[in-house]
C-alpha cells in the first residue's frame, strides 16, 4: 500500500492542488500588500491544507512550526510566493468546476481547520511544547484526500460525496485507488519534510485508541483531534469521549470547552473568508445565496486573473520607457486603456519642501509646476488623499468645501471633477494621481477599486525608481553622450540579465526538492546552475570593466540620492533579506558638484554589501555629513554601516581586492574595488572599521559646491 501511495504522489504536482477561492483571493489581496511581512503571509497560509502542501512542497526541509514557515518563505522570497499564489489562482480558474467539488473543497476545509484548532488546544492543555506542530498536523491530516482528488478528479470526489462513514471511504479508497487517503499524506511528507513524527500522525489518525497509547504525543492528539472535528462525533460522541479519556484523561467538561473555544475561532476565519456553510437546519433560501456567494468568488476570482495579466503588461510596458515625457505619456495611454479616464493629473512630494508639486507635460505648459501645495490636513483634497492613505473624490464634498486649487484643478481637468489616488511605496510618500472624472463614471471606477490601487502602486514603483529625472534633475533638453547612452545601455541590459536569472536559479532549487536526491536529472540541474553562476562570474567582470566616468561634475543634492536610491531598495534588497535601514541624512548640506552616476554605484554597492553580509532583521544605517576638515581641507561624508558580525581581520588588509569576500561562494568581491577606483577617481578617500558589533565604510569626497 506504501508503495501504490507513493506513486500516486508522484504523479500528482503540489501545484495542482486546488483551494477554496474564498482563501485564495485572501492570498492574492495580501500578496499585493507591498508592506506585507512574512509572518503575515505565513498566518494566511496555515489557514488552508493546499497552500501549506504547496509551500512544503517548494521549500522542503521542515516548515511545519510556525518560525520554519516564516523562515521557508522568506527563503522563497515574496516573489516565488507570489507566484505560487498566481499559479494556484489560474489551475483553480481552469480546472473542472462545480457544485459538488466546490462542497468537496468546502467541508475538507472546515474540518482541516477545525482539526488544527483542536490539536493546537489540546497540545496547550498536555502542555505539548510545540504548538505551531500541533496545529499543522491537524489541518494537514487529510491532506492526502486532496492528492488524491487531484490525480483522481473524475472519481474522487464523486464516490466521496456518497460515502459517510470513514469505514466506508477507506474501503472505497483500496478498492478504487489500492491506497488510502492517510497514507497518500504520509508518503507526501515522508517525500517534503525533515520530521517523521508529521508524517507518522497523519499515517496513524485513524488507528483504534488501544494502537496508539503509548504512541508520540503529536500521533496522539492528532488522532483524538480527528475524532472530535469530524461529524460523527455530534451524532455519536461516546467514541471520541471515551478516546480523549484514555489518551489524556479529559473529562467531558473539558472537552466541550475546548470545542466551544475551536468553534468560535473558526467563525471568526470563515468570516473574514467570507466562507459560508449550508448546513441541514438552513432554509432553501439561504442555501441560494450561500451558493450565489460561491459562484461571485469565482467571478471575482477571474477579475483578479485579468487584473494581474493586465498589469503585468502594464509593467512591461512601463519598465521599457525612457524619458520623463515619454514616461508621461505613457502613464496617460495605460489609464485612459484601463479605466477610460482621458485626463490625469500627477503630483509628486517634495521632502525637502514638504509640498506637494504638480509635474508639467508638453501638453500642460511650464505653469504647471508653479502649483505647489503643503502636505497638511485640510488644504486640498489633493494633499489629504496622500495624508490619509486612501482615494478621495471631490463629488463626496460640497463645492464650498473644496479649496480654490481643488477648483481649479477641475477645471484645468475638463471634467466634472476628481479622483485622487495617493502613490505609496513601503509607506513612502511618492505623490498623488489626480483623474479628471464625471459623476456617473464614478460607479464604474469604485467597482475597480482594486485594480486602480494596484495600477496606483506600479505607478508609485515606476516614479520611483525615476525621482531624480522627474524632480528636473536631469535636463532632456541637453544631447546625449554617445558614450554615455551606451554605458547606460550595457547597465540596464545587466540588470535585465539579473532579473530572470535569480528567477529561474529560485525554480532550480524548486525542482531540485521536488526530484528525488539520486534523480538523474539532478546532474543536469547541476549543469544549468555552473553556467547561470558563470554569467553572473561574467556580468562581474563588466561591472568592474565599466567603470563611470567621474569627470563630469553637476551639481547633485546627495541627500536626494541617497533617500531615492533606499526606497528604491526597499523590495529588491531589504524586504527580500528582512533587513531594516535607517537613514541620517544631513538636512544643511547643500548640492555638491559631482558626479551622480559615480555617487550612485558607490552607495548601491556599499548597501548591497551590507545586505548580503548581514543576518535576517539586521541593521543599515546610512549618514551623510557636511563640512568634515582633513588636513586643512573641507571634504563631505557618506557612512554606510551596520550592526552584522564584521569582517574577520585576515580579510581587512586585501579588502579592496576582487578576490576578498565575507559574503560566501558566488561573489567575485568586485564591488568594493569599483567603489574604491570611484573614489579615487573622485579625488576622495574611503575607509573601513570593523568589530564583531558591526561594519562601517566612510566616503570622504572633496566639498565643492556651486556658490
Known sequence: MQKEAKQIVQKTDADKLLTLPHVLLHLLDTCQDENVSFEHLANVIRRDPALCVK???????????????????????????????????????????????????????????????????????????????????GLLHDSGQLIMEAAYPEKYTTALAQLNEDEHLHEMENEEFDSTHYHVGASLFRKHDSNPFLADAILYHHEPVDKILDAHPLVKITNLANLLSHEQFRQDPDEALHAAERLFGLSEATVDGLLKNCIEKIGDIASEYEVDFITDDIDG??????????????????????????????????????????????????????????????????????????????????????????????????????????????????????????????????????????????????????????????????????LIKRFANEIASTISSSLSEFRGEADESDKADPDQILKARAREVMHEIRNPLSIINNYLEILGVKLEGDDPAQQDLETIRSEIFRINSILE????????????????????????????????????????????????????????????????????????????????????????????????????????????????????????????????????????????????????????????????????TQE
Open 55 to 137: 509551500i512544503i512542497s517548494a521549500c522542503g526541509g521542515n516548515c511545519t512550526s510556525e518560525k520554519n514557515l516564516e523562515q521557508s518563505l522568506a527563503r522563497l522570497g515574496i516573489h516565488t510566493i507570489k507566484s505560487i499564489a498566481i499559479t494556484s489562482a489560474v489551475q483553480q480558474f481552469f480546472s473542472r468546476s462545480n457544485q459538488e467539488r466546490l462542497t468537496f473543497l468546502k467541508k475538507h476545509w472546515y474540518h482541516s481547520i477545525f482539526c488544527g484548532c483542536i490539536a493546537e488546544q489540546l497540545a496547550e492543555y498536555i502542555n505539548y511544547k510545540h504548538l505551531d506542530e500541533a496545529w499543522l498536523a
Open 285 to 450: 433560501d439561504s442555501a441560494k445565496k450561500i451558493n450565489a456567494n460561491d459562484q461571485l468568488k469565482q467571478v471575482q476570482l477571474a477579475e483578479q486573473i485579468r487584473s494581474i495579466a493586465m498589469l503585468d503588461g502594464v509593467h512591461q510596458h512601463l519598465s521599457r520607457i525612457e524619458g520623463k515625457q515619454a514616461l508621461l505619456l505613457a502613464l496617460k495611454q495605460n489609464i485612459s486603456i484601463l479605466f477610460g479616464v482621458s485626463n490625469c493629473i500627477l503630483f509628486l512630494y517634495d521632502a525637502a519642501t514638504d509640498r506637494l508639486q504638480a509635474i508639467s507635460t508638453a501638453e500642460s505648459g511650464p505653469h504647471f509646476q508653479d502649483i505647489k501645495i503643503p502636505l497638511e490636513p485640510g488644504r486640498s483634497i489633493v494633499t489629504d488623499a496622500l495624508l490619509e492613505m486612501s482615494p478621495i473624490n471631490s463629488f463626496e464634498l460640497e463645492q464650498d468645501a473644496l479649496s480654490i486649487v481643488d477648483l481649479q484643478l477641475i477645471g484645468l481637468s475638463g471634467k466634472e471633477g476628481l479622483l485622487c489616488m495617493p502613490l505609496i511605496l513601503h509607506n513612502a510618500a511618492i505623490g498623488t494621481l489626480l483623474l479628471g472624472i464625471d459623476e456617473v463614471q464614478l460607479a464604474s471606477l469604485s467597482k475597480q477599486q482594486n
Open 541 to 704: 567582470k563588466l561591472s568592474e570593466s565599466s567603470i563611470v566616468d567621474t569627470r563630469d561634475a553637476v551639481p547633485v543634492d546627495v541627500n536626494a540620492l541617497v533617500a531615492d536610491l533606499s526606497h528604491m531598495f526597499q523590495t529588491s534588497l531589504f524586504a527580500a533579506h528582512d533587513i531594516e535601514i535607517s537613514l541620517n541624512l544631513d538636512e544643511s548640506m547643500p548640492p555638491m558638484l559631482a558626479n551622480a552616476d559615480a555617487l550612485k554605484q558607490i552607495y548601491t554597492n556599499l548597501v548591497k554589501n551590507a545586505v548580503e553580509a548581514l543576518p535576517a532583521e539586521g541593521l543599515v544605517m546610512v549618514y551623510t555629513q557636511d563640512q568634515v576638515n582633513v588636513d586643512g581641507k573641507a571634504h563631505f561624508e557618506i557612512c554606510v554601516a551596520d550592526d552584522g558580525p564584521g569582517i574577520p581581520a585576515e580579510i581587512l588588509p586585501d579588502l579592496f581586492t576582487p578576490i576578498k569576500t565575507t559574503k560566501g561562494d558566488g561573489h567575485a568581491g568586485v564591488g568594493l574595488t569599483i567603489v574604491k577606483n570611484l573614489v579615487n577617481e573622485m579625488h576622495g578617500s574611503i575607509s573601513c572599521r570593523s568589530s564583531d558589533k558591526g561594519t562601517s565604510f566612510h566616503i570622504l569626497l572633496p566639498r565643492n
